[in-house]
C-alpha cells in the first residue's frame, strides 16, 4: 500500500515543484511581479497574493516533505528486509547449538542431491550413546553443554564443505556433497567415531560418550526424507551391533529388524500418553489371611498389540535410555493410587542398576512421595545386586538416605549372585526376597530345598524378614511354611492386578492388614 501510494504521489508532487518553481522564474524574467502586485492591489477581494504566497510555499516545502517520507520509507523497508532475514535464519537453524536444523537438511540435501546426482550426496545420521544419563545424573545444562562440545566436535572433525546439522535431542546429521561423497561416507564416519570417544572435560567434571551412526547414499527418485530414513535403519544396525560403530544402509530391514523398530516407536508412544500402567501383586503372611503389602509391577497393554509382557519392554527400556522414565511413571501413579486406598497398605518397587547409581535418587523418590502425601514407611524399594555392586560406595550412600526417611530396602533376586552374602554386611539391607528359579520345584529337588532352608536360616539369625517369590503349586507353599517362612507371592497367592482391585480388597475386608508391616 505504501509503495502504491508512494508512485502515485512522487510524480505530482514533483510537477507541483516545477509547475510553481516556473511560475515564479517566468515572473521574474517578464517582469511581471510588480505588475501582479499592482493586479492584487486593485482586486483584494480575489486574495490573488495569499494564493501565489501559498504556492510559493508549497512548491518548497513539498520537496522536502518527499524527501523525508522516501528516507523513511527506505528505512522501513530494510528494516522488513533484516526481520525476514533474521526469521528465516531462525527458521533454518537449531538455537541451541547454532547448526543447521531437520529443516535446512531436508532442504540442503534436495538442493545438492539436483546438483551433484547420483552418488554425489551421502548422508551420516548420528546418535549418541550413553548421553542420557549425563542428562540425568547432572541436570539438563549440563547436558546442553555437552551436546554444544559434540557440536563443535564435529564441525572440526567434518569437511569444511559438508553440513553438519542437528535433528534434534541427540541426533546429528552430516551431508557431504561433492563427486566423491559416497567413497567418504566410511571414512567420515571412522573419523567421527574416533573424535567422540575423546573425553569430553568441562569445569569441574567429565563425560565420555559414543555414537552409532548409519550411512546413506542418495539415489535417483528418492526424497530427503528416504535418506533420512534408511540411514536411520542403517544407525539402528550399528546400535544392535553394539553401538559405538557405523553401518551403511544396504537394503531394507528385515521383519524382525522391522518389527522391533515398530515395537521401540511404541514404547515412546505409550511413555509420552502414559499407557503404561502400575499393577499390584499381593505377598501374603504364609499360612494366615493377612495382606503384608502389593510388589508395584508395570504393565503395557497396546490398543493395537494386546499385553506386552515385561520382559519384552523393560529390557527395551533400558537398551533406550528410557528406563528412568519408565520407572518415575510407574511409580508417580502407583503412589497416587496408594495415596486412594482405605488402608495404609505398604507397597515395594524395583529399581534398576542404572536408577541405582544416581545419587539423586532418594531426592527423587521422596518428592513423589511427598507429591502424594505418603510417608516414607509407605514405601519399600527393592534392588538387586547387580545394582549395587555398580558402586557401592554410592549404593550405600542411597540406601542410608532412604533410610533416613523410613524407607526400607529389599534385596530381590536373593542368592542368583556371588555376592549376595557381602552386601548385606554391607548394606542395611531389611529384607531379602528368595528368587523364583529357588522356589520352583522346592519341594521334589533336594538341592533347592538346602539352598531355600539355609536363607531363612541366615535371615533369621540376622533378623531379617523373607518373602519367597513365585510360588505357583500347594507343594512348594506348604515346603515354605514348614520351615516359617513369614512371607510370600506368586500365582497361587495372587495374581497381579489393577489398584481398583487392590482397594476393593482393602475395602471389602478392613482387618486384612493386622498384621502388615
Known amino acids: 500500500m505504501r509503495n502504491l501510494l508512494q508512485r502515485a504521489l512522487q510524480p505530482a508532487a514533483l510537477l507541483w515543484l ?62 522488513t528486509r533484516e526481520a525476514q532475514d533474521e526469521a528465516q535464519r531462525v527458521a533454518l537453524q537449531d538455537p541451541l547449538t547454532g547448526l543447521p536444523n531437520r529443516r535446512a537438511v531436508h532442504e540442503y540435501a534436495m538442493r545438492a542431491a539436483e546438483r551433484e546426482g547420483p552418488g ?26 555437552l551436546l554444544r562440545a559434540v557440536a563443535q566436535r564435529l564441525r572440526q572433525t567434518c569437511p569444511e ?34 573424535a567422540l570417544t575423546e573425553p569430553f572435560d568441562f569445569d569441574g567434571w567429565s563425560a565420555g560418550i559414543s555414537c552409532s551412526i548409519g550411512v546413506a547414499d542418495w539415489m535417483p527418485g528418492l526424497g530427503s526424507a528416504d535418506l533420512l530414513r534408511m540411514a536411520d535403519q542403517a544407525m539402528y544396525r550399528a546400535k544392535q551391533s553394539g553401538r559405538d560403530g557405523w553401518s551403511r544402509f544396504d537394503g531394507p530391514l528385515g521383519d524382525r529388524q522391522r518389527e522391533r523398530a515398530a515395537l521401540e516407536q511404541d514404547l515412546r508412544v505409550a511413555l509420552a500418553i502414559g499407557a503404561i500402567t502400575p499393577w499390584f501383586q499381593p505377598i501374603w503372611a504364609i499360612g494366615g ?10 504393565r503395557w497393554i497396546d490398543p493395537r498389540r494386546g499385553f506386552v509382557p515385561p520382559d519384552v519392554f523393560i529390557p527395551l527400556a533400558e537398551e533406550l535410555g528410557q528406563i528412568e522414565r519408565l520407572s518415575e511413571l510407574v511409580l508417580d501413579r502407583a503412589c497416587a493410587a496408594a495415596a486412594a486406598w482405605p488402608l495404609p497398605l ?22 513423589i512421595l511427598g507429591r502424594h502425601g505418603l510417608p516414607g514407611s509407605r514405601l519399600e524399594i527393592e534392588i538387586t545386586e547387580r545394582a549395587v555392586l555398580a558402586d557401592i560406595d554410592v549404593a550405600r ?51 533347592r530345598g538346602k539352598i531355600v532352608t539355609g536363607v531363612l536360616a541366615l535371615a533369621e539369625s540376622l533378623g531379617l524378614s523373607v518373602t519367597a517369590e513365585g510360588i505357583e503349586r500347594d507343594e512348594e507353599l506348604r515346603f515354605l511354611q514348614q520351615r516359617h517362612c513369614a512371607r510370600g507371592q506368586g500365582f497361587l497367592l495372587g495374581r497381579p492386578q489393577p489398584a481398583e482391585g487392590i482397594a476393593q480388597l482393602l475395602a471389602d475386608e478392613p482387618g486384612i492388614l493386622q498384621d502388615a508391616g
Open 161 to 194: 564443505d559438508a553440513m553438519v546439522a542437528r535433528l534434534g535431542g541427540d541426533e546429528f546429521v552430516v551431508v557431504l556433497a561433492r563427486a566423491d561423497a559416497s567413497g567418504m561416507g566410511e571414512t567420515l564416519a571412522q573419523h567421527i567415531l574416533q
Open 346 to 367: 505398604p507397597f515395594s518397587f524395583n529399581l534398576s542398576p542404572r536408577q541405582f547409581a544416581d545419587p539423586n535418587l532418594p531426592r527423587r523418590i521422596l518428592e
Open 397 to 447: 550412600r542411597i540406601v542410608r538416605d532412604l533410610a533416613e526417611a523410613g524407607v526400607r530396602v529389599s534385596l530381590d533376586d536373593f542368592g542368583t549372585g556371588t555376592s549376595s552374602l557381602a552386601i548385606l554386611t554391607q548394606l542395611p539391607i531389611d529384607h531379602i526376597k528368595i528368587d523364583r528359579s529357588f522356589i520352583a520345584g522346592v519341594d521334589r529337588l533336594p538341592e
Open 120 to 145: 554425489g550426496v551421502t548422508l551420516l545420521l548420528l546418535d549418541l550413546d550413553r548421553f542420557k544419563p549425563v542428562n540425568d545424573l547432572r541436570g539438563h545444562d549440563a547436558g546442553d553443554l
Open 289 to 298: 489371611r493377612s495382606l503384608r503389602g502389593v510388589e508395584v509391577l508395570a
Open 18 to 79: 516545477a509547475a510553481s518553481a516556473g511560475a515564479v522564474l517566468l515572473a521574474m524574467r517578464l517582469e511581471l511581479l510588480e505588475g501582479l502586485y499592482q493586479f492584487s492591489r486593485l482586486h483584494e477581494d480575489w486574495e490573488i497574493d495569499e494564493f501565489f504566497a501559498i504556492s510559493i510555499v508549497a512548491g518548497v516545502t513539498l520537496p522536502l516533505f518527499q524527501w523525508r517520507w522516501n528516507r523513511r520509507l527506505a528505512m522501513a523497508q530494510r528494516q
